[in-house]
């Protein structure tokens, strides 16, 4: 399924900026955790989650990690920097 972060404006609209970063489903304009968004607030890649100077929803983030596959290749150490641990995964 594919994801995308919709803004949420603050009080003074669009002219205020971005108050927060919610998670929507595909195109939808509504976010994860229920709120009605504005469909031509600006969106960004799911990837750019937390990665922002605004806050992110914290429910749209946990529905989101619920519907995100696992990759555990990203995880495994020396991934940051791209170099292959030596002996991974750990022998048993």
């Known amino acids: 399924m594919m994801h995308r972060m919709r803004a949420e404006y603050g009080a003074g609209g669009s002219s205020a900026g971005v108050r927060l970063w919610h998670m929507a489903r595909a195109a939808e304009s509504t976010a994860m955790c229920g709120r009605e968004l504005d469909p031509q607030a600006p969106t ?14 914290h429910t749209c983030g946990a529905y989101y990690l619920r519907e ?3 990759l555990a290749d990203e995880h495994r150490p020396g991934a940051v920097s791209g170099e292959p641990e030596p002996r991974w995964p750990a022998p048993r």
């Open 68 to 70: 995100s596959p696992y």
């Open 44 to 57: 960004r890649e799911a990837v750019d989650w937390g990665r922002t100077p605004e806050l992110c929803c």
